[in-house]
């Protein structure tokens, strides 16, 4: 079983809808990364979170360190929202295990 | 601005061939990694360094090697003993509370 499992693998939406994409894990956690990668391949980190909720812009992250669980929200989505998703887990020294991935695409 | 330059973009190698991708940063980082990533698969690390001087191994260094004699930067080898070397290699840097910074990738293509 993966230590970090992401839902769904795919997404597809209409200009406008509200997202949300969801990360299970089942290690112990220092933080929760949320990370958006785009087809040219670069990755730009969205959120660390070691608890609570986070807020940028129409991005909305959250975390339930009991139930192991976070999820990234996405408000009044856009065509250039359209990336994957990746969930990491930063465990011991600072090493982050990532899940698969959303391959999320937004129609206009 | 500071941030982490990867170079080349995309390279070519023939099979046999030692190649070597570049991460340079001018953040201040201490922590650098390298990751590999495969088609519908999750990002793997390689190798990475918390210090100078210093490098450990990660899930999958069998035909890499890695020299950290500068903080800022981090070269990776891909050896002719990696057996499947094509893939896109991301290297990342970060400072422990303020989170990962990554570089934008290099597509390596074994011809």
């Known amino acids: 079983k993966n230590e970090v499992e992401q839902s769904p693998q795919n997404l597809t939406a209409q200009e406008g809808e509200f997202i949300t994409i969801n990360c299970s894990y089942s290690?112990?956690?220092?933080?929760l990364h949320w990370l958006q990668q785009h087809p040219g391949g670069g990755i730009v980190s969205l959120f660390m979170?070691?608890?609570g909720k986070k807020k940028h812009g129409r991005l909305i992250a959250t975390i339930n360190i009991q139930e192991k669980h976070s999820s990234l929200h996405i408000t009044a989505s856009h065509p250039r929202d359209s990336a994957v998703y990746i969930c990491?887990?930063?465990?011991?020294?600072?090493?982050?295990?990532f899940g698969e991935g959303t391959q999320l695409t937004v129609n206009p | 601005d500071g941030g982490i330059t990867q170079s080349p973009k995309y390279l070519f190698r023939k099979e046999g061939q030692n190649v070597t991708l570049s991460c340079e940063q001018n953040?201040?980082?201490?922590?650098m990694y390298w990751y590999r990533q495969d088609p519908g698969q999750g990002l793997r690390l390689i190798y990475y360094?918390?210090?100078?001087?210093?490098?450990q191994k990660g899930d999958i260094a069998e035909g890499y090697s890695v020299s950290r004699e500068k903080k800022e930067s981090f070269p990776l080898t891909v050896t002719s003993a990696q057996k499947n070397p094509t893939a896109f290699y991301l290297c990342?840097?970060?400072?422990?509370?303020?989170?990962?910074?990554f570089g934008s990738g290099t597509r390596l293509t074994v011809v």
């Open positions: 990342a840097s970060s400072t422990g509370a303020r989170g990962y910074t």
């Open positions: 290690v112990g956690i220092s933080a």
């Open positions: 979170l070691s608890s």
């Open positions: 990491a887990l930063e465990t011991s020294g600072s090493r982050l295990t």
């Open positions: 953040l201040n980082h201490d922590a």
């Open positions: 360094s918390q210090i100078v001087n210093d490098f």
